[in-house]
């Protein structure tokens, strides 16, 4: 099978996922307050619109970094990524947690559920990535042992500070919970897997 | 008419069901509760995310599958095709009522309209192979009498297997009628029908 | 131009307008009654939602239809298709007014509704059809003075139909109207627009 | 990396993000009130769905524009698409929030998000268009340094246009800043960006 409905499919789910995040944006009765008291007063579900936003959007660039490598895919292929794509669009999910709740209980609850989401997304990408460069010449590719030996460290690193965030958001500081999950989606900007054209280990 | 349009149509369609699943996760106001009460609480619409989205997954690469065989559509495979996106799109609809109210009036109601949409839609499926297959040639494949026939156990099978899941909901056991669901989405993501490149039946 | 990405937005505005019907499908509370009460009790639900689905379905193969006679696109014919989809957009929203309003308030309002933005799409697909066929040769197609003339009856037919079921409905007889919008989405199952290669009007 | 999969993801953005806008379409209960009587007063979130419908249209319309002049992505430039959907996504929100306040609490706040947002999608498109007019080469397209001078005072118009609605609806004239907003969207529909086919600068 050739790759290219796999990734129109999953090009719409990332689509949709991202902008599902806009029906959590809403704004509270005035009750007389004035407009700049409410969009401050209201700042964590922009703030949580804004880290969503870009933490699905470079899954994006980072599935399509991937699945340029290959130009077919299999059954196991198509597995792996729905199984990714499962995290990928529960993501609206804790991130309409966060907003709703960071003010009213603390947001202990929705940040751990935030980032329980990122680690398991992370492993989602850690298997399609490993499968894509393990399965390289069976999937029209060409085999990159060097690529997946170099990508260790940033999958590592990113799994990691997920987890110790949802481990600070767990032991009660959700507010830093939620600047380390912005902070990794602002460094993720500029990060990237080794993409098939730029990739020395190529010949 | 190229089948294209058609695949890309359905491609949005099936993407767009999927994510549509995210919105009926919700958290309850913790009341007191601890975090890991309200997240083991509520395991019934988690359990259905994870079954209806595996669902859909499946279902979106078994269409896959079966508009591989052919180039062209035309205009009684798209209304087919119509009807059983029809089934597709109202997915969500039962794994809503399920992840309602499966703790709260015992799921009967939720588990036996899940069955039905289920029912339905592997009529869809079965409708559209039984199609494409007779009309191969004219849409652009190859005449495989082989590969349905081989296909009728596999489509009869999951029938049958809804149909059972149906009336063991409808019997008053709702949560096992949901196991069997889970069970068949499990077991379709390894069973799949004959792709056309392996398929033996082709020349 | 090219019109491949015209397409595909149209697309997506299509499949996403299809699902979003589902959103209006909701089970009432029980209270007491049985299963196959509630299933018969709110049939006018089930019933809009095929309706307004094969209609968005049928509108979709149309508009795959209209745009296979050309292969670019200019900036009139992005704005009538802009017009055009605004209406099919439109089309959720009358249709969850007919599933919430039939029993309770009559469903005059609805229905009327329903039809004045159906009596909207029709004239978006005209003119579309019209822009489209006569201009086809700065479109990249070829002019079929012939199609246009020989299509005048079905697109008037549909129009005054809809027009019809709206004065029904305006004068107290929604069910009848709704009846009549399903019977037209039928209808349309089967009769279509002239394809660019079945048309005898090209050489 | 091809500008294919970065244009797929854009038109599912942005034909989510146009039909969403139907989500916020409702019908007050008719308590007695005639048909007319509730068409006619809640004209405010009909008149917010067709601006808001037509700038997402035009901003998709623009879009395509800018990327026909380019055959490949790279990274900068799929960082600054994804800012600029996250404003094209946002546009729903400010919307809904115009549906629902105009007519109850007067709608400054509305209005004057609404403006903000758009101005935050303004300085969005002038950075996509600066980005792949001075990059153009390694973006495979050519430089057109003649086309991004003759662009600049569309983009400062209009952004100047949207300064002067946010102020007016900030000092407490809502319904004015709307018709402005809705006049900038119709005066676009015919103004736009250079081509690549017709550009002047383009030997």
Redesign the interface.
Known sequence: ?ESR?????S?????????????D?R?P??HGHT?TY??VNDWPQYFA??VS??TI??M??NH??IL?HITRVD?PL??IN?LL??GV??I??PTS?VAE?LRH?GG???T??YGLVMIAVSFGFAGLWIYVVTHAERLGGQAQPEALRRSIPGFTGGLLVYVAGTLVA?FGAPLAALVIYGVLAVYY??E?LP?PSTDPGQP
Chains 1, 2, 3, 4 share one sequence.
């Open positions: 099978m409905r796999a990734e129109a499919f090009d719409g789910v990332f689509a949709i996922a991202i902008t599902l995040l806009v029906l944006l704004l009765p005035a407009l409410l969009l619109y804004v936003f870009l959007g470079i994006w660039m399509h970094t340029a059954r198509l597995v729905l794509l499962m669009v529960a609206p999910f947690l709740e209980t202990v609850a929705a751990v559920t767990a900007l500029f990237h993409s």
